[in-house]
Structures are given as C-alpha cells and as structure tokens.
RNA sequence: GGGCCGGUAGCUCAGUUGGCAGAGCAGCGGACUUUUAAUCCGCGGGUCGCAGGUUCGAUUCCUGCCCGGCUCACCA
C-alpha cells in the first residue's frame, strides 16, 4: 500500500493543504495544538443567547469545524459544527486586524479545519444568531478536502468503508444512531424498571449453543483450547436463572458464520431476557409492553413509517399459529404431512425450493419465509413451532412435536424470537444428542452436546419463559431503513481489495 | 455463484448516434463590510475502472477481467 503520507500520492488540494501548514509553523502557529478554549457548546451558546443570558459584553469561546465560509472584502460569514449543532460566526478585518484576517483567516484555514472563536452573541440582519469574532484560534488542520458540501457522499462503498465522513457530512445518517442509542437506553429503562438484573456472560465458549447457526472458532494459545464465539446467549443465561436470579437480560454482541444480507451481519447485537415462573404467554404479553414503550419513547407515538408503510405497534398483536399461518398463505397444512419426505414431495410440487437434505422443521420453515413473511408487516405473533428446529424449547402440552415458541415479526422481518423454556433436563439432554447426531451427519447449523448445561438444569431451573430480539433490525424498523448496514456504524464489509489484486488485512 | 445496474475531476453528476473531455460544489488568483448553496471576473485540475480487439481515430462499439450496488440463491 501506497504511503498515505508521501508527496508522490498526494492530490493537488492536499498539496495546498499541506502548503498552508508549512506556512502555519513558519509563522509559529502550532496546526494541532495541545490546549482549547472553551465556555460553551455551540447549542449551549445558542440557547443562552436566545433565553437573552448572554449579552454584548460576555465574551464566549466556540470550537468546531468549519464547514462553510462566505467571504465578502473586509467581512466573513461562515459556519462552524460541533458535536452538538452548528452557528454561524461574523468575522470583521478591523476587529481580527488586518495581518491575521488577510492571511490567516482568508488563506490558511480550510473548509473541514477544526478552530476556536472568541466573541459575542448577536443576531444578523436576517435574523440568524451568530457569534461575532474578536478572535479565531486554528484547533486542528484537515489535510483532505470535504466531500460535497450540498450533496455529501452518496457512494454506498465509501460509505460504509469510511463510515467518519459519511458521518461528517451526512447529518440524517448521524442522527440514525443517536436513535440507536435512544432506542437501546429506552429497552435498559424499560426491563431494570420490571426488576430485571442487566449481565454480561462470555463471548468465548468452549461449547456454543442457544441458536442454529455456524459458529467463528478460534484459539486460545496458553490454555491450548479451541474456543467459540458465541452465537447466543441463551445457556448461560439459564444458568443463571438455576443460580436464583428471576430476570437477567443481556444486551450483546453474537457472531454467526454466515452470509452477509440486506437483514444480517456476521456479528449484531441481540437483547435476551430470561424471566421464571412465566410462560411465552406471558412473554408475548411482555414483549408488546416493552416494544411499545420503546417505540414510543423513540417516536412519541405507537405508529411508525417505515419503507412507507404505517405500522402500529399497538397492542395486543395479533396471534396466529405458525400452522394456520401457512395453511392460509400456501394452501398446504404441514399437519397432513407428519415427515420430511412427505411434506417435500408437497412442496416440490408446487415448485417451492426444498432441499433433499432439510429436516421437517426446515422445510416448515422454508414456507414460512417464503409465504408468510415477507407479507407482515404489522406486528405479529406466530405461535407453536415444530419441535425438531426449537432444541431448546417446552412441548405443548397435548401435542408431541410442537413446542411453546413464537416469533414476533415487523416490516416483514424476523424480529424476535421466544419460549418457554425446557427445564427438563432428560428432555434436553434427548434433545442434545439429536442436535448431535444432526451435527455429526453435516447440518452445519446443528449445536453440540452441552453437558454442563445439562448439568445445571438437572439441579433444577424454575419455569421460565425467555426471548430474544436482534436490536439492529428494530433499529432499522424505528429508522425507517431497509438496509442492515444502515443501522451498524462499521458493518462487516468484504476485505479491499489492492491494485495488484491481493487482499488487504 | 446467477440476473440486472453502475464505475467520467477531491465530491455530486452530465455527455460523446465513434472526431480536442463537461457542469455545479470544492481548490487557486482577484473584487466585495450583513452573507448563508453568497455573488462577480479569471485559472488550474482527468489513465473517462483495467486489458485486449475493431477502426484513420475508442471515454463511446465488441470481448475478457477488476471493483461496487441491487436482487435471487444461501442464511433460524
């Protein structure tokens, strides 16, 4: 790779840039200096300004970037952004002297530098509040020009790749993330009110679980032992519940070895909540509290856009068993086909896609992601799934291989996932060594045996429902994106590739 | 991997039915004391993704390749 920093690379506005800052320490003044001034942000300022707290003798001290300047003879506009919003500053020759308006301000500051300003509070003739300068301080020199000051940057590889200045210039894109965080903050506030303790549990497993999924492995080099990362959290969170805590959530980071979609990134953030003596009844009905509270403490209201459809997450959501779901979406009831070959050659006939190799319950859900949905949009519960692809899940009871399972899905997403949870530990242990043989015979997807697991729950585990929530796609929901990536602030994106074809990394 | 779309100035994009490569913003020089996409005058900036082919002539047409996006497949 090219050196970023030598001459030969450098594009002929850098070469200015660089120019300037050469002139800059000639001149003594130090491009990066260690030390600012400040008395306010910029939207402090404002406010102070507007509330009439700052008047024409209090002098306040601004910093950021500069990000447009209008420069008319003897007189400047321009604006400067921090973290917090951006203001307009009023700089005048006689009042900054000719010397360091002339050269300074005029010629050696860019668009994109970082400066400090010192001055008064005042209103223009068009109304705009602006700072008055009596002085202007460099706080940091930017060697690259800024993208479109009007269009910004649009092209969706350096985008992602160079997420800062899509961040930089693209202020909606800055806000989607600031709803995020809201978004997250307001699910922490909802479960710590309802007394559920917030842990962490580890990222490298010796034996993963909790999902189907193929895991990363990696290695630890002193112990000599093959890790995980995780794909869920599940197990050891259902320890904890046999260790007597009653509701214990995580909010965290899982790792699957898998494709890269429009709905998934090798690693997301994932909600998981474990409470005893409920059932997923019972979690249905805390998974509408909580998804409206959130929805509404990062919205105002229960009725979002999205993709321009109107989704109202009001409660209760409607409850649809996952078999009648399909029945009337495909016009086949897996009910009458009790194997996978049967339920197969059904499937085949119609012309649906279903793989030699794929288990009953795959094929379940196969139709499920092909009929049923990509068409609900507004929140919706599925319930009662087959046994063979819920390892971890509670019979019904009266039925032999479905389970207590819903799925929550919006905007035609998968968004949620919960049961009740199996606490018999035979059962599970049964449960495991079919995982295990799936495993052995290539399912790939197919957890190992955990026999610790095993072991806990056989010291007994309360009755407990548990749910799981991919935090990205809820915030792509209450973003209005359709894109995963929209909502990860550095996406997995596939390693750059160099001139001379090799890969970086 | 298949299909579709794209790659032209730092950024956003036009364009050439094959004939000197364009605009706006950004940059450089100049004018300008209430602008805010400031304005006005002037200037610089390009491997038109890469390679080959057809042609007097290719950024344009053809072939192959590279890179990216969307989509299908894959994926709980």
Avoid at 257 to 278: C, D, M, V, W
Avoid at 315 to 341: E, F, H, V
Avoid at 356 to 368: N, Q
Avoid at 435 to 453: C, F, I, S, W
Wanted: net charge negative; aromatic share 10%; proline share 6%.
């Amino acid at each position: 790779m090219p050196d970023p920093l030598s001459e030969q690379e450098l594009l002929d506005q850098e070469r200015v840039r660089r120019e300037k800052l050469t002139r800059l320490r000639e001149a003594g003044i130090d491009p990066y200096p260690p030390r600012v001034e400040r008395t306010h942000s910029i939207a402090q300022a404002r406010a102070l300004y507007e509330q009439g707290e700052l008047g024409e003798n209090d002098i306040v001290a601004l910093t950021g970037r500069m990000i447009s300047r209008r420069v008319m003879g003897k007189l400047s506009f321009a604006h400067i952004e921090d973290g917090t919003g951006k203001v307009q500053i009023m700089v005048r020759r006689d009042e900054l002297g000719a010397e360091k308006y002339n050269r300074f301000f005029k010629k050696d500051l860019d668009l994109g530098d970082f400066i400090g300003v010192k001055g008064v509070m005042t209103v223009t003739r068009t109304g705009e509040v602006t700072c008055q300068v009596r002085d202007v301080t460099l706080l940091a020199k930017a060697l690259k020009p800024m993208p479109d000051k009007w269009h910004g940057l649009n092209d969706p590889e350096l985008r992602q790749r160079q997420r800062y200045l899509d961040l930089l210039v693209n202020h909606d894109v800055r806000e989607r993330f600031k709803v995020r965080a809201k978004m997250i903050r307001a699910i922490r506030d909802y479960l710590d009110s309802e007394g559920f303790l917030e842990v962490e549990t580890p990222i490298l497993q010796p034996v993963y679980g909790g999902a189907a999924a193929e895991p990363f492995v990696t290695y630890h080099n002193y112990l000599h032992q093959q890790l995980y990362l995780r794909i869920s959290f599940e197990l050891y969170l259902k320890r904890l519940l046999v260790g007597g805590y009653d509701k214990v959530y995580e909010i965290g980071r899982d790792f699957r070895n898998e494709g890269i979609s429009r709905k998934h990134n090798p690693e997301f953030t994932q909600l998981e909540f474990y409470e005893a003596y409920t059932d997923y009844n019972g979690v249905m009905a805390r998974t509408e509290e909580m998804i409206a509270y959130v929805v509404k403490e990062v919205t105002g209201g229960l009725v979002i856009t999205w993709q321009g459809h109107e989704i109202d997450f009001t409660p209760p959501w409607p409850r649809i068993p996952l078999r009648q779901a399909i029945l009337d979406a495909s016009g086949i009831d897996y009910d009458l086909y009790p194997d996978a070959d049967s339920l197969r050659a059904v499937m085949r006939e119609q012309g649906i896609d279903a793989p030699a190799e794929a288990s009953r319950g795959k094929l379940i859900d196969k139709l499920l992601s092909h009929f049923v949905e990509p068409y609900l949009i507004q929140p919706t519960f599925l319930i009662d799934y087959p046994l063979d692809v819920s390892p971890l899940a509670k019979r019904k009871p009266g039925t032999k291989d479905i389970v207590e399972r819903f799925e929550g899905f919006v905007a035609g997403m998968e968004l949620c996932n919960a049961f009740s949870e199996l606490n018999d530990p035979l059962d599970q242990l049964e449960r495991f060594l079919a995982q295990g043989r799936a495993l052995e015979a290539g399912d790939k997807e197919a957890t190992p045996v955990d026999m610790d697991y095993i072991n806990a729950l056989s010291y007994g585990m309360p009755p407990a429902g548990g749910f799981g929530m991919g935090i990205d796609r809820f915030a792509m929901i209450l973003t209005d994106q359709d894109n995963i990536r929209e909502v990860i602030l550095f996406p997995h994106l596939r390693p750059e590739k160099r001139e001379d074809g090799k890969s970086e990394q």
